[in-house]
């Protein structure tokens, strides 16, 4: 399962930055999920729970924030949320989109103790 190997590597990756702090537990972590990136985050949720056990992370408590996608147009700088990848701008039509957010997958705190 794609969400099993990405709790590894966050778990992975919480208990480097745990260590170098010297401490000995994680109390909480929180993650900021894109919208679109390609993440379920149910699935990811689950995939933690079983991962963190006999961890540092044993029982942490664990905050996902989804973050809304946006995107805008090169051409007619319209702001909108796309719903893919692939999305055009809803103004112009114009496919020329830059993505501002919507695609990050990242450990943004931790609490340790
Ligand atoms: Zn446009």
């Known amino acids: 399962m794609h969400e099993l190997s990405i709790a590894m590597s966050i778990i992975d990756l919480a208990t480097k930055e745990a260590k170098k702090g010297n401490a000995t537990r994680v109390k909480e972590v929180e993650l900021e999920i894109g919208e679109m990136a390609g993440v379920n985050k149910e699935a990811l949720d689950f995939s933690l729970r079983i991962a963190m056990q006999h ?15 946006l995107a805008v147009c090169r051409d007619c700088k319209t702001r909108f949320s796309p719903v893919s990848m692939y999305d055009s701008c809803p103004h112009c039509h114009s496919y020329g989109v830059e993505f ?14």
């Open 100 to 113: 501002l957010r919507g695609r990050e997958l990242r450990l943004k705190s931790l609490l340790v103790e």
């Open 55 to 69: 961890t540092l992370l044993e029982d942490a408590k664990v905050n996902i924030v989804e973050i809304e996608s």
